[in-house]
């Protein structure tokens, strides 16, 4: 027998740490290849983590409620000699980085990555709240055709230390290929006079002295009441990085404008389309034609689909348009993204909405579709709500906020009609574009929305 330590991978592009949120499995257990060991909570979803090997559980290196970060020790296995193997492993067509005298790396397991949880509560797209976690499958990071650089994870509406001894490798970390795969296994050591089970004893017993040292709340984010009385919930995951997210944005120079239009053809068109043969079974709703709108406005305004590059002071244009859409969730807000959602035609778009919420839903978002979002869409009608500021996600210079569409008394042909009437909010980066662009880009989305069978048709 041989001990193997199971290190904390990295379970999204550019994430750093993960809370443990329960164990799967206990010291003596036994468990299989891929088998589920634990629950960990990144910044953006609740997580299942499989066992990269077959064998005994020797320990746990955490406690539920504890944040490990990438890289530390999460759990310590007995297995046979020569029977296991890291899960961390070149994706098939990778090239092999390794230099000279690196042991050669092992076929990737069946269904090593991790996987979506069954049984998940669902998230809306800033159409209501859940009271789920979202789940996220797959993952040791991003998909063939993310983008080498990450952009933003989280969006402002959607947005979006270990404890212990530390770890030290007996290989160099983990190197990605340009998939964003893991490459290179790596085995974790501890320090030079430290046992493994006194190890773990000691992250348990920090653990414990943290806890009745007089923390109000688990870190898992439960409840806690003070002597006054107050009730005081600890902020981690999703609602972490929110807040993070937020207190970034707060100190970017954002204008928010305003402009109400009446939609009323525009949700005709819509109607209409719904009866055709390339529409029929296919869900439309304003979100898809604003949606539509924005990409088609952006031609004309194309500087609202870049970014401020912070350290270099340089206004950076991505070559596609990466669509976030806003899910609500009551642990907080994500943001995934279409991408180049402006290449399709708007059948396409549909469905790309459908299934990005779908998956959103159900917890089978990819780790890429949260990173590289170029501009987004938050509907906050949904709730009623007539019209909104958001803030900018971080890494993004323009938001557009959809009121509610609404029947009100509006001049049209000369007299007041009853028409369907909602309210557009632009909040935009005012380092990267003027009142001028974001005015134009507001005015070329409503117009759109009003008449869209013009838009469309010159477009």
Known sequence: MSVKEFALPDLGEGLTESEVVAWRVSVGETVELNQIIAEVETAKALVEVPSPFAGVVRA????????????????????????????????????????????????????????????????????????????????????????????????????????????????????????????????????????????????????????????????????GETASGEVRTAATGVRRRTAEAMARSAAVPQVTEFLTVDVTRGIRLLDRLADTAEFRGRRLTVLTLAARALCLALESTPEANTRWDETTGEIVAPPTVNLGIAVAMQRGLVVPNIRDAASMRMPDLADALVALVDRARSGKSTPSEFSGGTITITNVGVFGVDAGTPLLNPGETAILALGAVARRPWEHKGKVRLRQVMTLSLTFDHRVIDGEQGSRLLRDVARILSDPATALAVA
Do not use: I, Y
Not at 62 to 69: F, H, N, S
Not at 186 to 215: C, I, L, N
């Open 60 to 223: 746990l290196h955490a406690e539920p409620g504890e944040t490990l970060e990438v890289g530390a020790p999460l759990m310590s296995f007995d297995v046979d000699d020569g029977s296991g193997g890291s899960a961390d492993v070149v994706p098939e067509g990778a090239e092999a980085d390794a230099s000279a005298g690196e042991p050669a790396r092992v076929p990737e397991p069946v269904g090593a990555a991790v996987g979506a949880a069954s049984g998940t509560r669902s998230g809306r797209p800033v159409v209501g709240h859940d009271s789920g976690r979202p789940r996220v499958e797959a993952a040791t990071g991003p998909g063939p055709n993310a983008p080498v650089e990450g952009g933003a994870d989280e969006e402002r509406h959607a947005m979006l230390v270990g404890r212990g001894p530390k770890a030290q490798s007996s290989k160099r970390p983990q190197r990605r290929s340009r998939s964003g795969r893991l490459v290179e296994p790596f085995v974790w050591e501890r320090p030079a006079g430290v046992g493994k089970s006194s190890a773990a004893a000691s992250v348990r017993s920090e653990a414990a002295t943290d806890r009745a040292a007089g923390s109000a709340t688990e870190s898992s984010g439960s409840r």
